[in-house]
């Protein structure tokens, strides 16, 4: 029973894990992806601008190339953001999970939250002694002690 208990605490602690780094990339790539759209949106202002300067310039017979330049350098800049802001959405959005790769903190009112107080070591119970390993589980390839009813590292049943 205390083996079902520590694999269930196991694949809870993983879940935990998996679901904050998940929470992590979605909270990455949505910044991401506003800061492209705002210079998406900064980009269309400037074709506008651009339009309206060269009717304006035209109809006057006063065509400018500087401001024209300094309209194209800077359009030229947000479309490179804009392609590199792609790219790095893309590869967050491609982020494989890897366990032990997230820390995870507890915060109450903004504060971290005081760890838990730990017991001194003489009254911890006594550590058992190790167990032959049968074999891997077959789901995560983790070793699996002889005779164990579950993984103690992924919660499967053993066969």
Do not use: W
Not at 16 to 32: D, G, Q, T
Not at 65 to 89: K, N
């Amino acid at each position: 029973m205390q083996d079902f208990i520590e694999s269930a605490k196991r694949a809870a602690g993983n879940a935990l894990e998996r679901a904050a780094f998940e929470a992590e990339k979605v909270r990455r790539s949505a910044a991401r992806q506003h800061d492209m759209e705002l210079a998406e949106r900064e980009r269309a202002a400037l074709l506008e601008q651009i339009a309206g300067i060269v009717l304006d310039l035209e109809a006057r017979g006063q065509l400018a190339p500087e401001a024209l330049r300094r309209l194209g350098q800077r359009l030229r800049q947000l479309q490179t953001e804009i392609t590199t802001a792609q790219a790095e959405v893309q590869a967050i959005r491609n982020e494989a999970y890897k366990p032990g790769s997230v820390s995870i903190q507890v915060t109450h009112n903004g504060q971290p939250a005081a760890p838990a107080p730990r017991a001194p070591a003489s009254a911890l119970p006594p550590q058992p002694t190790p167990v032959a390993v049968s074999a891997p589980c077959p789901t995560c390839r983790n070793p699996v002690r002889a005779g164990a009813t579950f993984c103690p590292s992924c919660g499967a049943r053993m066969s």
